[in-house]
C-alpha cells in the first residue's frame, strides 16, 4: 500500500499472508479442474473452518461458534466493553466455483486482524474490538435460502428454521453441522457499529473501466421461486402420449418460458431456473414430479415486481402444457437496497488514501452484507474479477487487485477500530 | 385351472403359492406410498435375491449366479444331459413402481417349477429340465442400458461392458453387485430349447376388449438417446443474459422438441425425456452440462428411422438455442421384430384349454423375452393391467387374472417340459 503519513494508520502491509492464506483454504475441496466444491457443511467445508479455527485461536482470538455453524473470531483491541467492528465473508463454494468467492473476504479478514494485532504490539491504541466472521450457507448451494448464517445473525431466521433446511439428499444443516463437529452452542457476539466484506466483483464493469475498487452503494433485488410441477409417473413405452402428465415437459416450459422474460426488460432484468430435480428421474418413466429453482434479478424494484406477475401465468401455461398442476413451493424477495453513503465515504476515502481508482457501484449478486444492513452501517468493497467469470473454476483476479482491496479494507478495519464511529467521513448513515 | 382330460397335464394350480410369493416379494423395497423400490443392485433387491436363491434352494434347484448377478435355479427333471426350458423375468423395479412388474414373472416360473415338481413326484415323466430365471436390471433405472443381464447371457454384452456400467453416482454395476452379494462365477446354462415369460401388459388393450390372456407376436422398435449439452457455468446474478450458455434451457428446447415429433406420426411414434442431469444443479448458478435420456419408440422400423433422422436437428437447434454443444452420448436401436408363431400358437393352445379368451398382440414395453428372440424359440405371455397404469404404485392386476396367467404359463411349461421340442403345435418358429 501506498504509505499514509498519519501515525494512526501504521500497519504492516500483509499481502504475503493473504497469498499464503488462499493457498491453504484453496486445498479444501479443491477439485482437478482447478476449481473448489466446498458445499456448506460438508467434510471439505469443515477442513476449511477447522482451518480458520486454529489459525484464528493462534493469533489470540475469542472463539465463538453459534448455533448455525457462523464462526466468529473476536480480538481483543480496545478491551471488553469496547463495541465491535465486523468483518468477513463464507467459506462454502458453489459446486467446482472459484477459490476466492467468499473465502477472500474471510483471508483478508485474517490478515487486516494480523495488521491491527502488530499495529496494537507497536504502541496504537483502539476504540473498538476486532472480529472477523465465516457465515454459514452464503452460497444456497447445498441448502437453501443463501445468506442463511448472516440471515440468521440479523434476525431474518430463528434457530430451528435455519436448522430444519434440508439438501437434496434430505439431510437439513443441523445434522451436517453435527456431522462436521460445527454445530455450536456459543451466543453471537454483539451487534457490531460497523460490518465490512472485501469481495470479488463477479462481474466486468470495474475491469471494463480499469478500476481497481468498487464501492457498493445499492444491490439488484431478487425473487427467488421453488415451483414444483405434478404429474403422474407412467411407461414411457405404452402409456399413450396423450394420456401423458409430463412432469420434465412442463418444467421444460417454464425454463423457457421464464428466459423469454427477461427480453421483455432488456438489460434491467436477469432471470435463470438453475436447479431442477425430476422424480423418479428413469430414463423409461414418465416423470411425475419435477422441482424447479427460479430466480428473476433486477435493479429496478417495480420491473421486479411486474416480472414476478408475468411469472405466474408463465408457469402455469407451462404447467396445463403438460397436464400437471403448478405448486408454489415457496417465493422469497431480496428488495433492492441502498448502502449507507457514509460508510461508502469513509472506505471511498481509504481507497482515495491508497492511491487507487475507486467506483461507485451495484452488487447483482447477494452477499451477507446485505444481511447485515438490516443491523449496522454496512460496507461492502469489490475488486474486478477476470472477464467476470463466476461461479466457475476460472474465476480469478489479477495478484495486485486482491493486494489493492486487502489494503483499502485493512485500512477502513483500521480506522473503524482505531476511532469508532468518529471514523465515518460524515454520518455513518 | 380348467381340469384337462390328457394325465400328462395333471399338475396342482399353485395360486395360494403366487399370491403369497407376491406379498413376500412385495416386502422387498416396499415404499409408504403402496410402492416398491427396488433398484437393481440395491440392497432391497439384494434382498429380494436372497429370498429368491433360499426358496430356489428348498426346492431342491441347482443355483448358478452369473458374472452379471443373473440368479438361475435349475429343478432336474429328465437328468443331467436333457435339454433346458427356462422361465423368468426381473426383481429389479423403477423407483416407487408396482409390485408386479417383472416379480409376476419370477413368482409365477416359481409356482411352475413347483407344480411340475408335484408332477414329477406323482409319477409323471420329463423330456426337458426347467431353468428359472431373474434377470440383473431389466429396467434401466439405476443403470443403462436395459435388459442388461438377458442380453448379456444372449451375447449382446461381454462381461466388462456390461460391469462397467455405472448409476448417476458414478457406481458400477460390479460395485453394487458386490455390494449386495451378488457378483458370481458360475457359468451360466447352456442354451435353452424355449423361453417363456409371463408379465402384466402395462396397457389397456386387453382390458378395453374384456380379454384374459395376450400373446406377443411382435414388440415395438425402440431408439434410445443419450445426449449431452455443454454449456458454461456462470452466476445467476452478474452475467449477463445474452452471455449466458445455460444447458439447461438447452434441454429444455430438446424436450419440448422430442416431444413436438411424436406429433408428427400420431399414435405411431411414442417419445419421451424421462432422465435429465443437471450439472452444477444450484439455483443461484447457470447450469454448465445437462445429460438427457430420450426414447423413441414405434411399431414401425420406418417411422422410427424417420423419426431418427429428425431428432438431430431438433438436438441440434436446442443446443443453438442456449448457445451450447450438443454431444451424442450413445445411440442404441431396438428392432422390431416377430415373435416365432409356433411357440406363440402352442401357448395360445394352452390358453385355449385354460378356457381363457386370448388375442395376439405387440408389446410397446422392453422385456427380457426381446434378448433371449435371438437365442431360442421364445413366448411372451400378457394379463391385463388395471387401467394400464405402468411404473406407477398404482399399477395392478385383478387376482383372477394373475391366476389365469399362472394357469396359462405353467400349462405351456408342462408340455414343454414334459414333450420337448415336440410341444410345439406345429414348427417352434
Given amino acids: 500500500m501506498k504509505s499514509t503519513s498519519s501515525g494512526v494508520e501504521a500497519f504492516r502491509p500483509e499481502a504475503a499472508l493473504l497469498h499464503g492464506l488462499l493457498r491453504r483454504f484453496g486445498k479444501f475441496g479443491a477439485q482437478t479442474s482447478g476449481g473448489i466444491t466446498r458445499l456448506c457443511a460438508t467434510p471439505a467445508d469443515g477442513e476449511a473452518r477447522h482451518f480458520l479455527v486454529t489459525w484464528l485461536k493462534e493469533q489470540g482470538a475469542e472463539l465463538r461458534i453459534d448455533a448455525v455453524g457462523n464462526i ?48 496494537r504490539r507497536a504502541g496504537a491504541s483502539f476504540e473498538a474490538n476486532l472480529c472477523i466472521v465465516n457465515w454459514t450457507n452464503e452460497e444456497g448451494a447445498r441448502f437453501r435460502p443463501s445468506l442463511l448464517g448472516s440471515g440468521y445473525f440479523a434476525g431474518e431466521h430463528d434457530t430451528d428454521y435455519a436448522l430444519s433446511r434440508t439438501d437434496d439428499a434430505g439431510f437439513s444443516i443441523g445434522q451436517a453441522l453435527e456431522a462436521i463437529g460445527f454445530r455450536g452452542s456459543d451466543p453471537p457476539p454483539r451487534m457490531p457499529i460497523a460490518y465490512l466484506e472485501l469481495h470479488i466483483e463477479q462481474g466486468t464493469l470495474l475491469a471494463e473501466r480499469n478500476e481497481t475498487i468498487g464501492i457498493v452503494l445499492r444491490n439488484w433485488g431478487a425473487v427467488k421461486l421453488e415451483v414444483a410441477f405434478l404429474g403422474e409417473q407412467a411407461h414411457t413405452g405404452p402409456c399413450p402420449m396423450e394420456r401423458r402428465r409430463d ?73 396445463a402444457n403438460a ?58 468493497i469489490f475488486v474486478p474479477s477476470i472477464d467476470g467469470l463466476s461461479h466457475n473454476a476460472a474465476e480469478d483476479t489479477d495478484p495486485s487487485d486482491l493486494e489493492a482491496g486487502l489494503n483499502v479494507f485493512t485500512l477502513a478495519l483500521s480506522r473503524l477500530c482505531r476511532r469508532g464511529t468518529q471514523a465515518f467521513v460524515n454520518n455513518p448513515n
Same sequence: chains 1, 2.
Fill in 323 to 380: 397436464r400437471t398442476e403448478l405448486r408454489v413451493i415457496s417465493e422469497k424477495r431480496r428488495r433492492a437496497v441502498t448502502f449507507p453513503i457514509g460508510l461508502a465515504e469513509t472506505i471511498e476515502q481509504c481507497a482515495v488514501d491508497c492511491g487507487y481508482s475507486v467506483r461507485r457501484m451495484e452488487t447483482v449478486s447477494g452477499h451477507d452484507a446485505l444481511s447485515l444492513l438490516n443491523c449496522c452501517p454496512t460496507g461492502l
Fill in 72 to 119: 466468529y473470531g473476536i480480538f481483543n483491541l480496545a478491551g471488553p466493553d469496547a463495541p465491535l467492528v465486523m468483518a468477513g465473508s463464507h467459506l462454502d463454494s458453489q459446486i467446482d466455483a472459484g477459490r476466492l468467492d467468499g473465502t477472500y473476504g474471510v483471508a483478508a479478514a485474517c490478515c487486516a486482524a494480523q495488521a491491527l494485532l502488530d499495529a
Fill in 247 to 319: 412432469a420434465l415437459l412442463a418444467a421444460s416450459h417454464a425454463v423457457i418460458g421464464i428466459r423469454d422474460l427477461a427480453d421483455s426488460f432488456p438489460g434491467a432484468l436477469h432471470t435463470s431456473a438453475g436447479r431442477i430435480v425430476v422424480s423418479p428421474n428413469s430414463a423409461n418413466v414418465v416423470p411425475a414430479r419435477t422441482e424447479l429453482s427460479i430466480e428473476l434479478r433486477s435493479t429496478d424494484e417495480d420491473i421486479l415486481t411486474e416480472a414476478t406477475h408475468a411469472a405466474r401465468p408463465i408457469l402455469l401455461a407451462a404447467a
